[in-house]
Protein backbone atom coordinates (compact mmCIF):
# COMPACT_ATOMS: atom_id res chain seq x y z
CA UNK A 1 0.00 0.00 0.00
CA UNK A 2 1.25 3.32 -0.92
CA UNK A 3 2.02 5.42 2.16
CA UNK A 4 -0.49 8.33 2.80
CA UNK A 5 0.69 12.17 1.76
CA UNK A 6 1.03 12.89 5.52
CA UNK A 7 3.47 10.03 6.47
CA UNK A 8 5.77 11.02 3.18
CA UNK A 9 5.89 14.11 4.12
CA UNK A 10 7.24 12.93 7.62
CA UNK A 11 9.39 10.28 6.22
CA UNK A 12 10.57 12.86 3.66
CA UNK A 13 11.74 15.50 6.57
CA UNK A 14 13.00 13.19 8.70
CA UNK A 15 15.36 11.89 7.22
CA UNK A 16 18.13 14.90 7.57
CA UNK A 17 17.85 14.10 11.22
CA UNK A 18 19.69 10.59 10.67
CA UNK A 19 23.13 9.88 11.69
CA UNK A 20 24.39 9.55 7.95
CA UNK A 21 22.88 12.66 6.83
CA UNK A 22 24.57 14.42 9.88
CA UNK A 23 27.76 12.96 8.74
CA UNK A 24 27.53 14.47 4.86
CA UNK A 25 27.27 18.01 6.76
CA UNK A 26 30.45 17.68 9.00
CA UNK A 27 31.84 16.61 5.03
CA UNK A 28 30.27 18.89 3.77
CA UNK A 29 32.41 21.73 5.91
CA UNK A 30 35.60 19.60 5.31
CA UNK A 31 34.98 19.74 1.22
CA UNK A 32 33.99 23.46 1.19
CA UNK A 33 36.91 24.85 3.47
CA UNK A 34 39.74 24.42 1.00
CA UNK A 35 38.49 26.50 -2.11
CA UNK A 36 38.63 29.77 -1.01
CA UNK A 37 41.59 29.51 0.92
CA UNK A 38 43.27 28.84 -2.23
CA UNK A 39 41.16 31.21 -4.86
CA UNK A 40 39.23 33.95 -3.17
CA UNK A 41 40.54 34.92 0.26
CA UNK A 42 44.00 33.54 -1.07
CA UNK A 43 43.61 36.86 -3.91
CA UNK A 44 42.46 39.32 -1.30
CA UNK A 45 45.88 38.29 0.72
CA UNK A 46 48.11 38.45 -2.07
CA UNK A 47 46.58 41.47 -2.89
CA UNK A 48 47.03 43.30 0.64
CA UNK A 49 50.71 41.83 0.03
CA UNK A 50 51.45 43.91 -2.89
CA UNK A 51 50.93 41.64 -5.41
CA UNK A 52 50.06 42.88 -9.35
CA UNK A 53 46.54 41.70 -10.76
CA UNK A 54 48.02 40.01 -13.81
CA UNK A 55 50.10 37.86 -11.25
CA UNK A 56 47.08 37.45 -9.03
CA UNK A 57 44.99 36.38 -11.98
CA UNK A 58 47.33 33.79 -12.77
CA UNK A 59 47.22 32.25 -9.24
CA UNK A 60 43.43 31.54 -10.22
CA UNK A 61 44.51 28.72 -12.90
CA UNK A 62 44.88 26.90 -9.29
CA UNK A 63 41.57 26.09 -9.39
CA UNK A 64 41.66 24.57 -12.60
CA UNK A 65 42.76 21.58 -10.75
CA UNK A 66 39.03 20.65 -9.95
CA UNK A 67 38.26 20.55 -13.83
CA UNK A 68 40.92 17.88 -13.85
CA UNK A 69 40.27 15.61 -11.01
CA UNK A 70 38.82 13.01 -13.80
CA UNK A 71 42.47 12.35 -14.47
CA UNK A 72 43.43 10.52 -11.28
CA UNK A 73 39.84 9.04 -9.89
CA UNK A 74 40.53 5.92 -11.51
CA UNK A 75 43.38 5.66 -8.60
CA UNK A 76 41.17 7.00 -5.72
CA UNK A 77 38.36 4.00 -7.06
CA UNK A 78 41.17 1.38 -7.84
CA UNK A 79 44.49 1.39 -5.76
CA UNK A 80 44.53 0.68 -2.23
CA UNK A 81 47.04 2.75 -0.04
CA UNK A 82 49.27 0.55 2.33
CA UNK A 83 48.35 -0.04 5.73
CA UNK A 84 45.76 2.78 5.41
CA UNK A 85 43.16 0.92 3.11
CA UNK A 86 43.38 -2.47 5.31
CA UNK A 87 42.87 -0.16 8.68
CA UNK A 88 40.21 1.94 7.24
CA UNK A 89 38.51 0.96 3.70
CA UNK A 90 39.18 1.71 0.53
CA UNK A 91 37.25 5.20 0.97
CA UNK A 92 38.34 5.79 4.44
CA UNK A 93 41.63 5.26 3.63
CA UNK A 94 41.76 7.93 0.48
CA UNK A 95 39.61 10.23 2.52
CA UNK A 96 42.02 10.21 5.38
CA UNK A 97 45.31 10.84 3.30
CA UNK A 98 43.72 13.76 1.31
CA UNK A 99 42.44 15.50 4.45
CA UNK A 100 46.20 14.85 5.79
CA UNK A 101 48.04 16.13 2.84
CA UNK A 102 45.69 19.15 2.98
CA UNK A 103 45.79 20.17 6.76
CA UNK A 104 50.09 20.28 6.07
CA UNK A 105 49.34 22.31 2.77
CA UNK A 106 47.25 24.98 4.54
CA UNK A 107 49.91 24.75 7.44
CA UNK A 108 52.67 25.88 4.83
CA UNK A 109 50.39 28.19 3.66
CA UNK A 110 50.18 29.54 6.99
CA UNK A 111 53.71 29.85 7.44
CA UNK A 112 55.01 31.08 3.76
CA UNK A 113 55.38 34.52 2.71
CA UNK A 114 54.13 35.60 -0.47
CA UNK A 115 56.43 38.48 -0.12
CA UNK A 116 59.31 36.71 0.33
CA UNK A 117 58.59 33.94 -2.40
CA UNK A 118 56.03 33.35 -4.66
CA UNK A 119 57.10 30.09 -6.13
CA UNK A 120 56.86 28.37 -2.92
CA UNK A 121 53.73 30.09 -1.88
CA UNK A 122 52.52 29.28 -5.39
CA UNK A 123 53.43 25.73 -5.07
CA UNK A 124 52.03 25.07 -1.54
CA UNK A 125 48.68 26.58 -2.77
CA UNK A 126 48.82 23.90 -5.98
CA UNK A 127 49.14 21.23 -3.29
CA UNK A 128 46.16 22.52 -1.12
CA UNK A 129 44.13 22.47 -3.89
CA UNK A 130 45.44 18.88 -5.58
CA UNK A 131 44.83 17.31 -1.73
CA UNK A 132 41.20 19.03 -1.86
CA UNK A 133 40.58 17.62 -5.16
CA UNK A 134 41.42 14.21 -3.71
CA UNK A 135 39.40 14.61 -0.53
CA UNK A 136 36.49 15.64 -3.14
CA UNK A 137 36.82 12.12 -4.97
CA UNK A 138 36.84 10.25 -2.06
CA UNK A 139 34.36 12.26 -0.57
CA UNK A 140 31.59 12.10 -3.77
CA UNK A 141 32.15 8.26 -3.86
CA UNK A 142 31.62 7.90 0.18
CA UNK A 143 28.35 9.85 -0.51
CA UNK A 144 26.99 7.96 -2.89
CA UNK A 145 28.03 4.66 -1.48
CA UNK A 146 26.50 5.13 1.70
CA UNK A 147 22.95 5.56 1.07
CA UNK A 148 20.47 4.19 -1.80
CA UNK A 149 19.08 6.29 -4.80
CA UNK A 150 16.18 7.51 -2.87
CA UNK A 151 18.17 9.49 -0.16
CA UNK A 152 20.52 11.07 -2.45
CA UNK A 153 18.81 14.43 -3.08
CA UNK A 154 18.53 14.99 0.91
CA UNK A 155 22.34 13.62 1.66
CA UNK A 156 23.39 16.23 -0.92
CA UNK A 157 21.09 18.85 0.85
CA UNK A 158 23.23 18.47 4.26
CA UNK A 159 26.70 18.11 2.05
CA UNK A 160 25.77 21.35 0.41
CA UNK A 161 24.78 22.91 3.95
CA UNK A 162 28.12 22.30 5.34
CA UNK A 163 29.62 23.27 2.27
CA UNK A 164 28.06 26.62 2.15
CA UNK A 165 29.36 27.19 6.27
CA UNK A 166 32.65 25.60 4.94
CA UNK A 167 33.27 28.62 2.38
CA UNK A 168 32.07 30.89 5.11
CA UNK A 169 34.24 30.05 7.31
CA UNK A 170 37.18 30.28 4.74
CA UNK A 171 35.77 33.45 3.61
CA UNK A 172 34.56 36.06 6.29
CA UNK A 173 35.67 33.89 8.91
CA UNK A 174 39.55 34.03 7.57
CA UNK A 175 39.13 37.99 6.41
CA UNK A 176 37.69 38.53 9.95
CA UNK A 177 40.40 36.49 11.95
CA UNK A 178 43.65 37.63 9.84
CA UNK A 179 41.80 41.63 10.98
CA UNK A 180 41.97 40.40 14.46
CA UNK A 181 45.41 39.05 14.31
CA UNK A 182 46.51 42.23 13.15
CA UNK A 183 44.65 44.28 16.08
CA UNK A 184 43.81 47.22 13.88
CA UNK A 185 47.18 47.88 12.41
CA UNK A 186 46.46 48.83 8.41
CA UNK A 187 48.48 47.31 5.84
CA UNK A 188 49.63 43.94 4.93
CA UNK A 189 50.50 42.24 8.23
CA UNK A 190 52.10 38.15 7.54
CA UNK A 191 51.78 37.22 11.15
CA UNK A 192 48.37 38.18 11.19
CA UNK A 193 47.74 35.55 8.03
CA UNK A 194 49.92 33.11 9.45
CA UNK A 195 47.30 33.43 12.58
CA UNK A 196 44.19 32.97 10.06
CA UNK A 197 45.59 29.72 7.90
CA UNK A 198 46.95 28.37 10.61
CA UNK A 199 43.61 28.13 12.46
CA UNK A 200 41.82 27.14 9.01
CA UNK A 201 45.11 24.34 8.72
CA UNK A 202 43.35 23.65 12.30
CA UNK A 203 39.97 23.45 11.20
CA UNK A 204 40.60 21.00 8.26
CA UNK A 205 41.50 18.57 11.12
CA UNK A 206 37.18 18.28 11.74
CA UNK A 207 37.47 16.23 8.29
CA UNK A 208 40.11 14.49 9.47
CA UNK A 209 37.83 13.32 12.89
CA UNK A 210 34.64 12.52 10.92
CA UNK A 211 36.67 10.16 8.82
CA UNK A 212 38.55 8.41 11.79
CA UNK A 213 34.52 8.52 13.63
CA UNK A 214 32.37 7.44 10.58
CA UNK A 215 32.13 4.02 9.15
CA UNK A 216 33.40 2.55 5.47
CA UNK A 217 30.11 2.70 3.03
CA UNK A 218 27.98 -0.45 3.36
CA UNK A 219 27.38 -1.23 -0.10
CA UNK A 220 30.47 -2.66 -1.49
CA UNK A 221 31.72 -1.71 -4.97
CA UNK A 222 32.22 -4.97 -6.89
CA UNK A 223 35.65 -5.32 -7.93
CA UNK A 224 36.01 -4.33 -11.95
CA UNK A 225 36.84 -6.45 -14.77
CA UNK A 226 40.58 -4.90 -14.47
CA UNK A 227 41.13 -6.52 -11.34
CA UNK A 228 39.97 -9.34 -11.99
CA UNK A 229 41.86 -9.99 -15.49
CA UNK A 230 44.94 -11.83 -15.88
CA UNK A 231 48.06 -9.72 -17.09
CA UNK A 232 50.72 -7.02 -15.97
CA UNK A 233 50.40 -4.16 -13.36
CA UNK A 234 50.02 -1.68 -16.17
CA UNK A 235 47.87 -3.67 -18.65
CA UNK A 236 45.09 -4.02 -15.61
CA UNK A 237 45.96 0.27 -15.11
CA UNK A 238 44.86 0.44 -18.32
CA UNK A 239 42.02 -1.04 -18.13
CA UNK A 240 40.89 0.34 -14.83
CA UNK A 241 41.14 4.22 -16.53
CA UNK A 242 39.03 2.91 -19.61
CA UNK A 243 36.25 0.55 -17.81
CA UNK A 244 34.19 3.65 -15.91
CA UNK A 245 33.78 5.41 -18.87
CA UNK A 246 33.02 2.37 -21.08
CA UNK A 247 30.34 1.35 -18.48
CA UNK A 248 28.66 4.87 -18.71
CA UNK A 249 28.51 4.58 -22.61
CA UNK A 250 27.78 0.38 -22.66
CA UNK A 251 24.63 1.55 -19.84
CA UNK A 252 23.25 4.73 -21.83
CA UNK A 253 24.02 3.74 -25.43
CA UNK A 254 22.99 6.77 -27.50
CA UNK A 255 21.03 8.79 -25.00
CA UNK A 256 24.78 8.90 -23.27
CA UNK A 257 24.90 11.93 -25.79
CA UNK A 258 21.47 13.81 -24.04
CA UNK A 259 22.82 13.05 -20.71
CA UNK A 260 25.89 14.66 -21.38
CA UNK A 261 24.13 17.39 -22.95
CA UNK A 262 22.27 17.69 -19.43
CA UNK A 263 24.89 17.92 -17.24
CA UNK A 264 27.06 20.61 -19.33
CA UNK A 265 24.47 22.53 -19.47
CA UNK A 266 22.27 22.17 -16.73
CA UNK A 267 23.21 25.39 -14.39
CA UNK A 268 24.58 27.42 -17.85
CA UNK A 269 21.73 30.11 -16.93
CA UNK A 270 22.79 30.45 -13.06
CA UNK A 271 26.89 30.72 -13.60
CA UNK A 272 26.91 32.98 -16.66
CA UNK A 273 24.60 35.28 -15.04
CA UNK A 274 26.47 34.74 -11.93
CA UNK A 275 29.42 36.82 -12.82
CA UNK A 276 28.04 39.56 -13.71
CA UNK A 277 25.48 40.32 -10.38
CA UNK A 278 28.31 41.56 -8.55
CA UNK A 279 29.16 44.42 -11.26
CA UNK A 280 25.46 45.01 -11.46
CA UNK A 281 24.85 45.40 -7.79
CA UNK A 282 27.43 48.20 -7.95
CA UNK A 283 26.59 49.80 -11.13
CA UNK A 284 22.78 50.26 -9.92
CA UNK A 285 24.30 51.79 -7.18
CA UNK A 286 23.64 49.58 -4.25
CA UNK A 287 26.25 49.77 -1.22
CA UNK A 288 28.74 47.30 -0.31
CA UNK A 289 26.90 47.01 3.19
CA UNK A 290 23.63 46.44 1.28
CA UNK A 291 24.64 43.63 -0.76
CA UNK A 292 26.90 41.52 1.78
CA UNK A 293 23.68 41.97 4.09
CA UNK A 294 21.53 40.76 1.41
CA UNK A 295 23.35 37.95 -0.29
CA UNK A 296 24.97 36.38 2.87
CA UNK A 297 21.95 36.75 4.90
CA UNK A 298 19.04 36.37 2.75
CA UNK A 299 20.49 34.35 0.41
CA UNK A 300 22.56 31.65 2.25
CA UNK A 301 19.37 31.28 4.47
CA UNK A 302 16.87 31.22 1.14
CA UNK A 303 19.95 28.52 -0.69
CA UNK A 304 19.98 26.44 2.32
CA UNK A 305 16.24 26.37 2.61
CA UNK A 306 15.74 25.34 -1.37
CA UNK A 307 18.68 22.87 -0.70
CA UNK A 308 16.56 20.88 1.97
CA UNK A 309 13.31 21.47 0.39
CA UNK A 310 14.76 19.53 -3.00
CA UNK A 311 16.00 16.89 -1.34
CA UNK A 312 12.47 16.10 0.71
CA UNK A 313 10.88 16.53 -2.45
CA UNK A 314 13.10 14.26 -4.23
CA UNK A 315 12.38 11.72 -2.24
CA UNK A 316 8.58 12.63 -2.22
CA UNK A 317 8.12 12.90 -6.04
CA UNK A 318 11.55 11.54 -7.67
CA UNK A 319 14.25 13.17 -8.68
CA UNK A 320 13.78 13.98 -11.88
CA UNK A 321 10.64 15.89 -11.49
CA UNK A 322 12.62 18.07 -9.16
CA UNK A 323 15.54 18.52 -11.26
CA UNK A 324 12.61 19.77 -14.08
CA UNK A 325 11.25 22.54 -11.66
CA UNK A 326 14.69 23.46 -10.78
CA UNK A 327 15.62 23.99 -14.21
CA UNK A 328 12.57 26.23 -15.21
CA UNK A 329 12.97 28.35 -11.50
CA UNK A 330 16.45 29.08 -12.16
CA UNK A 331 15.91 30.19 -15.85
CA UNK A 332 13.08 32.18 -14.41
CA UNK A 333 14.28 33.74 -11.36
CA UNK A 334 16.72 35.53 -13.96
CA UNK A 335 14.26 37.86 -15.16
CA UNK A 336 13.84 39.42 -11.57
CA UNK A 337 17.16 40.74 -12.28
CA UNK A 338 15.88 42.10 -15.37
CA UNK A 339 12.89 43.67 -13.99
CA UNK A 340 15.37 44.96 -10.76
CA UNK A 341 17.20 46.94 -13.88
CA UNK A 342 14.50 48.60 -14.92
CA UNK A 343 13.01 49.65 -11.57
CA UNK A 344 16.40 51.05 -10.01
CA UNK A 345 18.30 50.41 -7.13
CA UNK A 346 14.87 49.46 -4.43
CA UNK A 347 16.32 47.44 -1.90
CA UNK A 348 13.25 45.52 -1.15
CA UNK A 349 13.14 44.23 -4.65
CA UNK A 350 16.98 43.10 -4.30
CA UNK A 351 15.86 40.92 -1.31
CA UNK A 352 13.04 39.23 -3.25
CA UNK A 353 15.46 38.78 -6.19
CA UNK A 354 18.19 37.07 -4.38
CA UNK A 355 16.35 35.40 -1.73
CA UNK A 356 13.81 34.06 -5.22
CA UNK A 357 17.60 33.24 -6.98
CA UNK A 358 19.03 31.51 -4.24
CA UNK A 359 16.29 29.52 -3.18
CA UNK A 360 16.18 28.41 -6.80
CA UNK A 361 19.74 27.67 -7.21
CA UNK A 362 19.37 25.20 -3.82
CA UNK A 363 16.63 23.81 -5.07
CA UNK A 364 18.02 22.78 -8.27
CA UNK A 365 21.40 21.96 -6.60
CA UNK A 366 20.05 19.38 -4.33
CA UNK A 367 17.87 17.36 -7.47
CA UNK A 368 20.94 17.60 -9.61
CA UNK A 369 23.64 16.44 -7.31
CA UNK A 370 21.19 13.68 -6.64
CA UNK A 371 20.91 13.16 -10.29
CA UNK A 372 24.39 12.76 -10.69
CA UNK A 373 25.31 10.39 -7.78
CA UNK A 374 22.12 7.78 -9.14
CA UNK A 375 24.37 8.16 -12.38
CA UNK A 376 27.47 6.40 -11.37
CA UNK A 377 27.62 2.65 -11.15
CA UNK A 378 29.08 1.35 -7.67
CA UNK A 379 31.93 -0.04 -9.08
CA UNK A 380 33.23 3.34 -10.46
CA UNK A 381 31.58 5.97 -8.27
CA UNK A 382 34.88 8.23 -7.70
CA UNK A 383 35.66 8.32 -11.31
CA UNK A 384 32.31 8.34 -12.80
CA UNK A 385 31.67 11.47 -10.69
CA UNK A 386 34.26 13.31 -11.13
CA UNK A 387 34.30 13.16 -15.01
CA UNK A 388 30.36 14.33 -14.44
CA UNK A 389 31.49 17.30 -11.99
CA UNK A 390 33.92 18.33 -14.39
CA UNK A 391 31.94 18.41 -17.68
CA UNK A 392 29.33 20.59 -14.97
CA UNK A 393 31.63 22.77 -14.87
CA UNK A 394 33.48 23.61 -18.35
CA UNK A 395 30.76 25.15 -20.95
CA UNK A 396 29.45 27.56 -18.78
CA UNK A 397 32.73 28.60 -16.68
CA UNK A 398 33.62 29.00 -20.63
CA UNK A 399 30.52 31.03 -22.04
CA UNK A 400 30.63 33.03 -18.74
CA UNK A 401 33.95 34.51 -19.89
CA UNK A 402 31.58 36.78 -22.63
CA UNK A 403 29.68 37.82 -19.83
CA UNK A 404 31.07 41.23 -19.82
CA UNK A 405 30.88 41.87 -23.68
CA UNK A 406 26.96 40.41 -23.55
CA UNK A 407 26.23 43.03 -20.88
CA UNK A 408 27.62 46.17 -23.14
CA UNK A 409 26.12 44.76 -26.28
CA UNK A 410 22.97 43.71 -24.85
CA UNK A 411 22.78 45.93 -21.18
CA UNK A 412 21.84 44.57 -18.35
CA UNK A 413 18.41 43.97 -18.73
CA UNK A 414 18.66 42.02 -22.13
CA UNK A 415 21.32 40.37 -20.70
CA UNK A 416 19.90 38.83 -17.61
CA UNK A 417 16.57 38.33 -20.56
CA UNK A 418 19.15 36.64 -22.83
CA UNK A 419 20.93 33.79 -19.40
CA UNK A 420 17.25 32.85 -18.55
CA UNK A 421 16.83 32.33 -22.23
CA UNK A 422 19.23 29.89 -22.56
CA UNK A 423 18.33 28.09 -19.82
CA UNK A 424 14.92 26.54 -21.54
CA UNK A 425 16.64 24.38 -23.66
CA UNK A 426 17.32 22.31 -20.65
CA UNK A 427 13.80 21.62 -19.97
CA UNK A 428 13.51 19.94 -23.23
CA UNK A 429 16.94 17.66 -22.09
CA UNK A 430 15.43 17.12 -19.03
CA UNK A 431 12.24 15.77 -20.67
CA UNK A 432 14.28 13.54 -22.84
CA UNK A 433 15.89 11.71 -20.76
CA UNK A 434 12.64 11.10 -18.29
CA UNK A 435 11.36 9.90 -21.19
CA UNK A 436 14.02 8.05 -23.00
CA UNK A 437 17.22 7.34 -20.66
CA UNK A 438 17.18 3.92 -18.85
CA UNK A 439 17.26 3.33 -14.98
CA UNK A 440 20.34 5.20 -13.30
CA UNK A 441 22.98 2.54 -11.45
CA UNK A 442 22.07 4.74 -8.57
CA UNK A 443 18.29 3.88 -8.06
CA UNK A 444 19.33 -0.17 -8.56
CA UNK A 445 21.77 0.60 -5.60
CA UNK A 446 18.92 1.14 -2.86
Excluded at 131 to 153: C, H, K, N, P, V
Excluded at 213 to 231: D, F, I, K, Q, Y
Aim: aromatic content about 12%.
Amino acid sequence: MAPAPEAGRRSGWRVYAEPGALRMAVFGFSSGLPLLLVIGTLGFRLREAGVDLKTIGFFSWVGLIYGFKWVWAPLVDRMPIPVFTRALGRRRAWLLAAQALLVCALGALAWLDPQAGLVPFAAAALLAAFASATQDIALDAYRIESAGAERQAAYAAMYQTGYRLGMIWAGAGALALAAWAAHGAPGYLPAAWTASYAVMSASALVGVAATLLSPEPTVAAPRCAAERAPGSWTERLRRALAEPFLDFFGRFGWMSVCVLALIATYRISDVVMGVMANPFYQDMGFTKEQVAAVSKVFGVVMTLLGAFAGGAAAMRWGVLRVLFVGALLSSLTNLLFSVLAGIGPDLAFLVVTVSADNLAAGLASAAFVAYLSGLTSAGYSATQYALFSSVMLLLPKFLAGFSGVAVETLGYSGFFIGTAAIGLPVLALVWAVMRFAPQSAGAKRG
